[in-house]
């Protein structure tokens, strides 16, 4: 029964509080600066001190002021990545790298997928540099110019991953794309074969592809293969698309003898076309891929294909960084070898 007019009031139970750092100092019988150290300078923790913070962490659910510590430390530890998209397995597995060498810093990975849209990479860039990065990695070289003077004026250490030149003022840790397409080339040439089909991605935005393509039609050229049997085709990125391409040169009776695919999705979809089109791989068309992805081993037959050492790129880049923002170590490029797996998808040309 309501007395005076008057509503009682429904009151609910107080939370309680988050823990706060002199929680978890109290708790592991340790000072709030050894708390701290604990994150920013863990090499001077004793480990069993160390152990007994994170317990206390652990147990109380604490969460460090991420914004309060980037201010005192004018630091966020946190690395932006700028690629195109995580379709690819390439990216995906060199993301994972990169991230898990971040983690074992004690560093967060912030991801930015462009799509391959110049404005899309401009516009993550700029949102990452917003929200404090301490660094970047970007998949590749071909973004806008503005993105270029962007990171220029806001001096933002950078790493190019995936790609490798040794001219200019930028830092690779990569592949050099035009040395691997040639290696992947001259294995057909050397096995006889003359009469070529080139199978990629558009190069727009690519500088991957273009080097790729740039790469198998100099090699081709510098052993005398002329233009017209050394045809080039742009298509979609997906096995459907290498499919239909093969399809169509059947369709039109202008099949070559070799196949060069600028990465492994064309060339398992080439493969599949010809089983359904009744030709023989490698008796009637040798096929070679690029990046060696886990499927190429489980085609029928297997896939010959440039190996790309994905994830020791990956690996390699955030370490560097790291080095960099903790050591104050200079950026410095780093090429990867590639490596021609040589499988059953290549054999010398029926004459």
């Known amino acids: 029964m309501e007395l005076d007019g008057r ?11 988050p823990a706060r750092l002199s929680d978890v100092a109290a708790l592991a ?3 709030a600066g050894t708390v701290s150290r604990v994150f920013s300078a863990p090499h001077l923790v004793a480990p069993e001190t160390a152990r007994a913070v994170r317990e206390a962490i652990d147990k109380l659910g604490w969460v460090a002021n991420g914004g309060a510590r980037t201010l005192a430390s004018h630091r966020s530890r946190t690395i932006g990545a700028v690629i195109p998209n995580l379709e690819n397995p390439v990216f995906a597995q ?17 991801l ?61 840790v990569g592949i050099d794309n035009v040395r691997a ?24 935005n690519n500088d991957r592809v273009a080097a790729r ?15 017209e049997a050394r045809r080039v085709i742009e298509t979609p990125w997906s096995i459907q698309a290498g499919y239909d391409a093969i399809s169509e040169l059947v369709r039109t009776g ?51 294909t440039v190996k790309v050492p994905a994830r020791a790129i990956g690996e390699s880049a955030a370490q560097r960084i790291v ?5 104050n170590e200079p950026l410095a490029s780093v090429e990867f070898e590639v490596t021609l797996v040589v499988r059953g998808s290549t054999a010398a040309v029926n004459v």
């Not at 970047?136 to 806008?144: A, D, M, Q, V």
């Not at 290696?183 to 558009?202: C, M, N, S, T």
């Not at 080095?323 to 050591?327: A, G, I, M, S, Y």
Request: aromatic letters at 6%; glycine letters at 6%.
């Open 7 to 17: 509503k009682k009031r429904r009151t609910r139970a107080p939370s309680k509080a």
């Open 29 to 31: 019988g340790v000072s």
């Open 94 to 110: 060199m993301m994972q790298a990169i991230q898990d060498k971040l983690l074992s810093e004690r560093y967060t990975l912030l």
């Open 112 to 172: 930015n997928c462009s799509d391959y849209d110049p404005e899309k990479a401009l516009l993550g860039t700029r949102s990452m540099l917003e929200r404090g990065v301490d660094g970047l990695i970007l998949l590749g070289e071909n973004f806008s110019d503005a993105l270029w003077h962007l990171l220029e004026v806001q001096r933002v250490p950078k790493l190019i991953i995936y790609s490798f030149r040794s001219s200019g003022a930028r830092q690779f």
């Open 181 to 204: 397409a040639r290696k992947a080339a001259e294995h057909l040439l050397d096995l006889g074969h003359r009469e070529f089909v080139i199978l990629g991605q558009r190069a727009d």
């Open 213 to 227: 393509l740039y790469g198998f039609t100099e090699a081709l050229r510098d052993r005398g293969i002329p233009a």
């Open 254 to 304: 202008t099949m070559p003898t070799a196949l060069l695919c600028t990465n492994d999705y064309h060339a398992v979809g080439a493969v599949s076309a010809c089983q359904r089109h009744g030709l023989r791989v490698p008796d009637d068309l040798s096929i070679v891929g690029f990046d060696d992805l886990e499927i190429a081993a489980h085609t029928v037959p297997p896939l010959t």
């Open 323 to 327: 080095d960099h923002l903790e050591k």
